[in-house]
């Protein structure tokens, strides 16, 4: 196919999903932004395989007119993050369910609903909401984002204005088997603020999910998501980031099953000495189950540091992706960029496919990157068979030590045992 005729098709995609659309009511402003957003997606098209960066990733069942049904009849088992005090806000299918919910109430903080805030003629999400996504559609592509923006009318948006005295939980939970649901959050760090914010469940059998995160100088900024556990959930997710000086982002993803996630992360560091790390640990299990991390890393201020650290275990001829950029423009001097990406085949039909990359354009930096893929340590597994460790403990044992370099990218310490118990016990029902 030549490069116009994908440029054809990706429009008319663009067009039929566009057809009839009917942008939520909001003020002037979010009104503004999301007819911009739409026309980014009139402009660019709606991916498609040839795409550079979907080449590993099928975007069709992302697109569909149909949604595939996703069981919601999962194992039972305790919340994720349920002994940790947090402020829970639950959605049910991708809407906001305020009976489920706390009181969108902290101090510190200001919550309100993504529908509230642009009903508001005068709101500070306006100098993000939209805003942060747009930048990020250069130098790629990314029009299930402005998608996103254009037509989502859930989420919430949070304002942060001191450290928040516990974390938020976005709780995503699923009652219809076929339900689709888009979201799009909000979130604004103030000079010298702290938030943490929790993500787990699986939302829908089809989700899509854009969270726009502007953390200010010296603000600090975590984020924790565990990703919903059913078989044949579909879900394409972005985070667009701005860090200002001294400002620290971190975002760490734990995705167990799922016919399909991509995860999407857009990072740009705009003030010295700011710092972000993204990190992630997948397990995928059957030839349907296909994971893609997609990162894009860009340094354009003094000093600043950056940390990718990725790790897939995939078997029964699972496939896992990972396409991480960084990006060190001109002046970004004294840069500190480290991209790490490694899977751990557990059969021969399990395949991971990478694209790391550096592009560079300071001399006063250290940067690097690796990408590996293997199976079990032969003699490891021995060792531990020999001391009368059972094969699938064994080759348990040896599977959490593989990702802890991963789950070690979480500050808190409470969080990071959560999803250690709970992957353990994943891993040993082998689901």
Not at 45 to 74: C, H, I, K, M
Not at 132 to 139: D, R, T, V, Y
Not at 399 to 417: H, K, P, Q, V, W
Request: charge should be negative.
């Amino acid at each position: 196919m030549s490069r116009a005729a994908l440029a054809r098709q990706k429009i008319e995609a663009a067009e039929a999903r566009l057809d009839g659309l009917i942008l939520p009511d909001g003020a002037t402003w979010a009104t503004e932004a999301r007819r911009a957003a739409e026309a980014r997606v009139r402009a660019a098209g709606l991916p498609q395989r040839r795409d550079e960066y979907w080449r590993f990733t099928n975007p069709a069942p992302l697109l569909s007119d149909e949604v595939v049904p996703s069981s919601t009849d999962l194992p039972e088992e305790s919340p994720v993050f349920g002994e940790v005090d947090r402020l829970r806000i639950v959605f049910v299918d991708g809407i906001f369910d305020p009976a489920q919910s706390d009181a969108l109430e902290m101090a510190g903080l200001e919550i309100e609903t993504l529908a509230e805030a642009t009903a508001t003629d005068i709101h500070w999400a306006k100098s993000v909401f939209g805003v942060l996504e747009e930048a990020g559609q250069k130098p790629v592509d990314r029009s299930l984002a402005a998608l996103n923006t254009a037509s989502a009318e859930e989420g919430i948006v949070i304002r942060a204005t001191a450290k928040a005295e516990k974390p938020v939980a976005l709780v995503y939970l699923q009652s219809a088997p076929a339900s689709e649901a888009m979201i799009h959050h909000v979130i604004r760090v103030e000079e010298g603020a702290e938030l943490t914010l929790l993500e787990t469940g699986p939302a829908a059998a089809r989700f899509s999910k854009v969270m726009e995160v502007d953390v200010a100088d010296r603000g600090t900024f975590h984020h924790v998501r565990a990703q919903g556990r059913a078989h044949e959930r579909l879900a394409h997710t972005h985070a667009f980031a701005r860090l200002g000086t001294e400002s620290v982002y971190k975002s760490f993803t734990l995705t167990a099953n799922g016919r399909l996630t991509r995860n999407e992360h857009v990072v740009e560091l705009t003030g010295d000495d700011a710092v972000a790390h993204i990190a992630g640990a997948c397990v995928g299990d059957g030839s349907d189950f296909l994971h893609d991390d997609t990162v894009f890393i860009t340094h354009d201020a003094v000093n600043c540091e950056s940390r990718q650290v990725f790790k897939k275990v995939l078997r029964n001829g699972a496939t896992g992706v990972f396409q991480g950029k960084i990006l060190v423009k001109e002046g970004a001097q004294k840069t500190d960029g480290y991209q790490i990406s490694q899977s751990l085949l557990l059969d021969d039909d399990s395949q991971f496919l990478a694209k790391p990359e550096l592009e560079i354009y300071a001399d006063d930096v250290a940067c690097s990157h690796g990408s590996t893929s293997g199976a079990i340590d032969d003699e490891a597994l021995f060792y531990l068979r020999s001391r009368g460790v059972a094969h699938e403990d064994a080759t348990d044992l040896l599977t959490l030590a593989f990702l802890a370099e991963a789950l070690d990218e979480i500050e808190d310490e409470r969080l990071a045992d959560d999803l250690r118990d709970r992957l353990e016990n994943w891993l040993k029902r082998r689901k």
